[in-house]
């Protein structure tokens, strides 16, 4: 009996450490706020701005802010674990900023930021490719829902009717892939690294490309000579230096001093953010357009769900 009392002891001390605070709830608003602001800043950004310098800046104002953390750890790093940061610099940061951007050349902000909210889903599956995790049932049947919404999103127009395939939404979702597959890596592969440090070297690895494509762009004169540049440099440099690193710090100070399904839950914030933001900024949504949304939510929901 003692042993029994214990034990609930322990658990009850656990949860109680578990529960999330006040100021938790705040860092879970900011974050929202900051990720979903995300596709906001990036259509203020295309205004100016081809979708290529779009993304070259955003990862080029994070590789600027992160660049003296990664110099000042860089030897911390085992020798086997560069490729795996490699590739979550390419995956995780580096590929998504023009998929983002080239989707928004077409698609409203709001809808980006729904299709967005499929990264957890991909994640599962490429775990479960990849790393030979087990689906169950509950688990399959959110990633059925959560698709079906999307697939039908794809398909609906401007007009909240269904026509034609809008294929800027692959963009998207090959943005979520993108970021599914290195979660994964993160996962499996580089928990031992902290992850402002972690986030720095990914950075660092491809900053330097970003820096490329823009010296061979029209950035320098669209900055000195067209009206608007300045703002949405701004816009963008914001979205580049708050949306990586100071985001994710928050992400992962949530996760260690609540859990992870209290941070998850940034999931399904996200896309009310970004949908507010685009309503605000003049963009239409149908009827069909929200039953899409709230499918995929729902599907999402069901597939993190804990039993």
Same mark, same amino acid.
């Given at each position: 009996?003692?042993?029994?009392?214990?034990?609930?002891?322990?658990?009850?001390?656990?949860?109680?450490? @578990?529960?999330?605070?006040?100021?938790?709830?705040?860092?879970?608003?900011?974050?929202?706020?900051?990720?979903?602001?995300?596709?906001?800043?990036?259509?203020?950004?295309?205004?100016?701005?081809?979708?290529?310098?779009?993304?070259?800046?955003?990862?080029?104002?994070?590789?600027?802010?992160?660049?003296?953390?990664?110099?000042?750890?860089?030897?911390?790093?085992?020798?086997?674990?560069?490729?795996?940061?490699?590739?979550?610099?390419?995956?995780?940061?580096?590929?998504?900023?023009?998929?983002?951007?080239?989707?928004?050349?077409?698609?409203?902000?709001?809808?980006?930021?729904?299709?967005?909210?499929?990264?957890?889903?991909?994640?599962?599956?490429?775990?479960?490719?990849?790393?030979?995790?087990?689906?169950?049932?509950?688990?399959?049947?959110?990633?059925?829902?959560?698709?079906?919404?999307?697939?039908?999103?794809?398909?609906?127009?401007?007009?909240?009717?269904?026509?034609?395939?809008?294929?800027?939404?692959?963009?998207?979702?090959?943005?979520?892939?993108?970021?599914?597959?290195?979660?994964?890596?993160?996962?499996?592969?580089?928990?031992?690294?902290?992850?402002?440090?972690?986030?720095?070297?990914?950075?660092?690895?491809?900053?330097?490309?970003?820096?490329?494509?823009?010296?061979?762009?029209?950035?320098? @004169?669209?900055?000195?000579?067209?009206?608007?540049?300045?703002?949405?440099?701004?816009?963008?440099?914001?979205?580049?230096?708050?949306?990586?690193?100071?985001?994710?710090?928050?992400?992962?100070?949530?996760?260690?001093?609540?859990?992870?399904?209290?941070?998850?839950?940034?999931?399904?914030?996200?896309?009310?953010?970004?949908?507010?933001?685009?309503?605000? @900024?003049?963009?239409?949504?149908?009827?069909?357009?929200?039953?899409?949304?709230?499918?995929?939510?729902?599907?999402?929901?069901?597939?993190?769900?804990?039993?």
């Amino acid at each position: 009996m003692e042993t029994k009392s214990k034990k609930k002891t322990a658990i009850s001390n656990e949860a109680l450490e @578990d529960a999330p605070k006040p100021i938790h709830w705040l860092m879970l608003v900011g974050l929202s706020l900051v990720w979903g602001s995300s596709f906001i800043l990036i259509k203020q950004g295309l205004e100016v701005f081809s979708f290529m310098e779009v993304g070259a800046i955003r990862v080029v104002s994070a590789f600027l802010v992160l660049l003296p953390v990664a110099l000042a750890n860089f030897k911390k790093v085992p020798k086997e674990k560069w490729k795996f940061i490699v590739a979550m610099g390419i995956l995780g940061n580096f590929i998504p900023a023009f998929l983002f951007a080239k989707a928004q050349t077409q698609l409203p902000s709001s809808i980006t930021g729904v299709l967005n909210a499929l990264t957890p889903l991909f994640t599962f599956i490429v775990g479960i490719i990849a790393f030979k995790q087990v689906m169950k049932t509950r688990q399959l049947t959110g990633l059925i829902i959560a698709f079906l919404g999307s697939a039908t999103l794809i398909f609906v127009n401007s007009e909240g009717k269904i026509g034609g395939i809008n294929y800027f939404a692959f963009f998207v979702i090959g943005a979520a892939m993108c970021y599914a597959t290195s979660t994964n890596l993160i996962k499996r592969h580089l928990t031992s690294i902290r992850s402002l440090h972690l986030t720095s070297f990914a950075i660092s690895i491809v900053g330097p490309f970003g820096v490329f494509i823009l010296y061979n762009s029209e950035f320098t @004169d669209k900055v000195l000579y067209t009206e608007g540049a300045l703002r949405a440099l701004f816009y963008l440099s914001l979205l580049g230096i708050l949306g990586t690193s100071v985001a994710l710090v928050m992400f992962n100070k949530m996760i260690q001093s609540t859990s992870a399904v209290f941070a998850a839950s940034v999931t399904y914030l996200i896309p009310i953010v970004a949908i507010s933001w685009g309503v605000f @900024d003049g963009e239409i949504l149908m009827p069909l357009h929200y039953i899409c949304i709230i499918t995929i939510l729902i599907g999402v929901f069901i597939t993190n769900r804990k039993n």
